[in-house]
């Protein structure tokens, strides 16, 4: 046996809590149990058949090769039209890089930003991730707590008195996972202006920027003037369409930043998969009507879930983009790990528990409204059912 020390690196980081519960469903499914799924934040449709076909076709041609460290760049500039027309940003394509979903994206941004000590500041609850890339880049995550009496928003005050010398950078997740809520462009332009007075960066991870419903629209951060030079953007493929597997996503950001981010990107993984690419780049060209097809489903199945939690008297925050619902759970006594456990056995229905999501996710639970309409009304029926046993 070796008795050499492993890296201390991995201190602090945890593995997340919304696999184990996939682990569960795994083992149920063994067993012959069918559990409603309302855990897993992936769509249940399949991919555009265009990109099925495109990536088939560069392979067959023999695509499959390492590609350049950056990714194609007939990909980096499809995506960059993408985002100007969709966002009115304006990103050069040598200041992208195609990454393994965002994912890959958000680990090299703070692996390229981050010294040991410092500090970034996380709205929370948050995607649990985000503190194990801080930990992984030797840096301290500082919760930014959201408040439920206050729908959940990420408030410039709250971001302030947060802030030390030790401060480099806010991620911003908007749509936000888990509560499923949209940040204003109030507060996110004071805290934009904060951030260039105070000097720290803006990490946005917009995975859910084109889940959107009630008339509500994305602020693109990067557009604010001046703001282009500190916020780092990072996007991906895997809910816009349906495309989780095929890893794809991407980092952009300013100059100065991409010079770092692209040697850990090259240590890390090398490149993004050749042939994959040719299947994005179909899908980010017009016309855009899976994503158009896939807004109205989803706007269809939040209606259908919340409407199923107004009748059992579950209170929410009404989730505004993304497709998670956050409702309070507290006034059954108890946890939301128990809770979801109750769940679990006696109503055959997976959720995520809100403490998977840092301390202030405590007191709910996440359910997903991407799976279809018959899965979405048999977990309402079924949670109903077991509900009214307590
Ligand atoms: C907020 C957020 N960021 C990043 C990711 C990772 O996405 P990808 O599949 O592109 O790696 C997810 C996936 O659930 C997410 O919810």
Redesign the pocket.
């Given at each position: 046996m070796p008795t050499q020390p492993l890296s201390f690196r991995t201190q602090g980081v945890k593995l997340s809590s919304i696999r184990q519960v996939a682990a569960k469903m795994q083992s149920a499914a063994e067993q012959g149990i069918k559990i409603t799924n309302f855990a897993a934040?992936?769509l249940d449709l399949d991919s555009p058949s265009r990109a099925k076909k495109a990536t088939q076709k560069a392979m067959e041609q023999g695509w499959v090769h390492y590609a350049s460290t950056m990714g194609r760049s007939d990909l980096r500039l499809t995506l960059a039209r993408r985002l100007g027309k969709d966002f009115r940003l304006n990103v050069d394509p040598e200041q992208i890089i195609i990454t393994?979903?965002?994912?890959?994206?958000?680990y090299v941004a703070l692996q390229s930003l981050l010294n040991p000590g410092d500090e970034v500041l996380v709205p929370q609850p948050m995607?649990v991730?985000y503190e194990g890339w801080a930990a992984l880049g030797g840096a301290k995550t500082v919760p930014v707590p959201l408040d439920p009496m206050d729908d959940f928003l990420l408030r410039a005050g709250q971001v302030r008195s947060r802030l030390s010398s030790r401060t480099k950078a806010l991620i911003i997740?908007s749509p936000?996972?888990p509560t499923g809520q949209v940040f204003n462009e109030q507060d996110l332009s004071e805290i934009a202006q904060m951030a260039q007075e105070e000097d720290f960066y803006l990490i946005c991870?917009d995975?859910?920027s084109y889940l959107l419903y009630d008339g509500v629209r994305h602020f693109p951060i990067a557009t604010i003037p001046g703001l282009e030079s500190r916020t780092i953007m990072?996007?991906?493929?895997?809910?816009t369409y349906a495309m989780?597997g095929w890893?794809?996503?991407y980092l952009a950001g300013p100059p100065d930043f991409m010079e770092h981010a692209v040697k850990i990107h090259q240590y890390a993984v090398g490149s993004a998969n050749t042939f994959v690419q040719f299947g994005a780049r179909e899908v980010l060209e017009d016309p855009q009507d899976f994503v158009q097809d896939l807004q109205s489903r989803l706007a269809r199945r939040r209606e259908l879930m919340l409407s199923g939690l107004d009748q059992m008297g579950l209170p929410y925050v009404r989730p505004r983009g993304?497709f998670y619902v956050f409702p309070a759970i507290s006034r059954f006594g108890y946890g939301s790990e128990r809770f979801s456990e109750f769940l679990f056995a006696k109503a055959q229905v997976a959720v995520v528990p809100g403490i998977a999501f840092g301390p202030g996710g405590e007191g709910h639970v996440r359910m997903a409204y991407c799976t279809s309409r018959p899965e979405i009304e048999q977990g309402l029926e079924r949670i109903a059912k077991a509900l009214s046993l307590l």
């Open positions: 934040g992936r393994l979903g965002a994912t890959e994206a958000m995607y991730y997740n936000h996972n991870d995975v859910y990072v996007g991906s493929l895997s809910k989780d890893r794809v996503g993304g």
